[in-house]
């Protein structure tokens, strides 16, 4: 399995920007893709999630209202929809995939799935 980030870049707070996951190397569209960031000196801390196979769709609650994540597995890309950024956003974005999922979410353990290389996101005020 191979994922590849990509989207990120420089936005002024109060601007939107949309990360794509590449994904290949699985066989069907049953699998789950997690979005993850992680800033310097800060844990990482998860984004949102969803199965592929039927759109299901998870957001910490720390993270509903200003990310959208959707998929196209046509083109085998999972989408992150950022909006109202804030200088507190700036990360390295990173996405995760696995045909398992955690028991109460659907989202790949970050122990076991698969990772992308990662793309910085940089927001200013």
């Known amino acids: 399995v191979q994922l590849q980030a990509s989207g990120g870049g420089l936005v002024q707070a109060g601007g939107s920007l949309r990360l794509s996951c590449a994904v290949s190397g699985f066989t069907s569209e049953h699998y789950h893709v997690g979005w993850f960031r992680q800033a310097p000196g800060k844990k990482r801390e998860e984004i949102s999630c969803?199965?592929?196979?039927?759109?299901?769709?998870y957001y910490p609650d720390s993270m509903r209202g200003r990310f959208t994540i959707a998929s196209d597995y046509a083109k085998n890309t999972v989408y992150l929809q950022m909006n109202s950024l804030k200088p507190g956003d700036t990360a390295v974005y990173y996405c995760t995939a696995d045909t398992q999922r955690l028991a109460n979410r659907p989202c790949p353990d970050p122990r076991f799935a698969s990772w992308g290389q990662g793309t910085l996101v940089t927001v200013s005020s």
């Open positions: 969803i199965t592929v196979s039927d759109g299901t769709t």
